[in-house]
């Protein structure tokens, strides 16, 4: 959470238009609170409060999915973690909405479908974001590759697709 909003401020500082949309649950236990109250301080104190737009409270999948359809581009900016893979991301990937993720091993089974940051702090967010978009508006091959590829893998990793890869084990 930290890093997203001071990337969303490098952005400012550099005269970029964006917002970003923080869609993160909180869970009913004092460091999530703790949390997200760090980050809204952290837009108020960079006064991105017209930029930055919080959902904290638990949303039914097809509101998650509405929210990321409208996107346009879906960003885990995931920091160190322990985690060994991230369903999260794959969430991501079924909008259809192009995917970037922050270059960590457990977005490994995932490496080709989605866009790679440059980095995990806040200038290489902004950077590698603004590449990814500029690519978006100038309709590079690049991107749209990458989005054939995660087209290709939502549709081996529909519900159908792996019942039926199920059967036959």
């Given at each position: 959470?930290?890093?997203?909003?001071?990337?969303?401020?490098?952005?400012?500082?550099?005269?970029?238009?964006?917002?970003?949309?923080?869609?993160?649950?909180?869970?009913?236990?004092?460091?999530?609170?703790?949390?997200?109250?760090?980050?809204?301080?952290?837009?108020?104190?960079?006064?991105?409060q017209?930029?930055?737009?919080?959902?904290?409270?638990?949303?039914?999948?097809?509101?998650?999915?509405?929210?990321?359809?409208?996107?346009?581009?879906?960003?885990?900016?995931?920091?160190?973690?322990?985690?060994?893979?991230?369903?999260?991301?794959?969430?991501?990937?079924?909008?259809?909405?192009?995917?970037?993720?922050?270059?960590?091993?457990?977005?490994?089974?995932?490496?080709?479908?989605?866009?790679?940051?440059?980095?995990?702090?806040?200038?290489?967010?902004?950077?590698?974001?603004?590449?990814l978009?500029?690519?978006?508006?100038?309709?590079?091959?690049?991107?749209?590759?990458?989005?054939?590829?995660?087209?290709?893998?939502?549709?081996e990793?529909?519900?159908?697709?792996?019942?039926?890869?199920?059967?036959?084990?």
């Amino acid at each position: 959470r930290k890093e997203s909003s001071a990337a969303s401020d490098v952005y400012k500082r550099q005269g970029v238009d964006v917002e970003l949309a923080m869609i993160n649950a909180e869970y009913p236990v004092d460091v999530s609170r703790q949390q997200i109250d760090q980050a809204v301080a952290r837009v108020v104190q960079h006064g991105l409060q017209s930029r930055v737009r919080m959902v904290t409270r638990f949303l039914r999948d097809q509101e998650s999915m509405q929210e990321l359809v409208q996107a346009d581009v879906v960003v885990f900016p995931y920091q160190g973690t322990g985690e060994s893979s991230s369903a999260a991301v794959r969430y991501g990937l079924a909008s259809g909405r192009p995917v970037a993720v922050t270059p960590l091993a457990i977005f490994d089974n995932v490496g080709d479908v989605v866009h790679r940051l440059p980095g995990t702090a806040p200038p290489d967010l902004a950077a590698g974001l603004r590449q990814l978009l500029r690519a978006s508006r100038d309709g590079d091959p690049v991107l749209a590759d990458v989005q054939q590829r995660a087209a290709q893998w939502r549709a081996e990793h529909r519900y159908p697709a792996l019942a039926l890869s199920l059967i036959h084990i």
